[in-house]
């Protein structure tokens, strides 16, 4: 008998387990920040640190939508978490229509993009 199919089966079960687990966590850890003793700019911060840490993110950012724009509030990577960088304040400010690359298909949609490899996906618009 093959017992291929089954440890296929068990591989996929047990990644979207790990999935599910560190989906919760995200939550979990989103849910504990304290929206009283922080201004915005730390909130987001915050925010952007829990969700890297519980997923697979090499980059997160976060876009808030002003006079029909997508802007960014902030966005983070690895070495600023790791050296406890401010991110990306010093950078002008990304901005997007809606409908516009990956955020902008979020928006418009209402759905997650995402994308492996931003490198080699036509969706990802290089800022300027």
Not at 101 to 123: K, V, Y
Request: glycine fraction near 6%.
């Amino acid at each position: 008998m093959d017992h291929t199919p089954f440890a296929e089966a068990y591989q996929e079960l047990n990644h979207r387990f790990i999935k599910l687990v560190n989906d919760l966590s995200a939550l979990r850890g989103l849910s504990r920040l304290s929206m009283r003793r922080t201004s915005q700019d730390d909130l987001l911060r915050d925010a952007m640190r829990v969700l890297m840490e519980n997923s697979d993110f090499e980059r997160c950012s976060i876009f808030m939508l002003e006079d029909e724009t997508l802007k960014c509030a902030g966005g983070m990577d690895w070495p600023d978490i790791l050296h406890h960088e401010q991110g990306d304040e010093q950078r002008s400010p990304a901005a997007f229509q809606i409908g516009e690359g990956i955020i902008g298909m979020a928006a418009e949609t209402g759905n997650l993009q995402h994308c492996r490899d931003s490198r080699h996906e036509p969706r990802f618009l290089q800022l300027a």
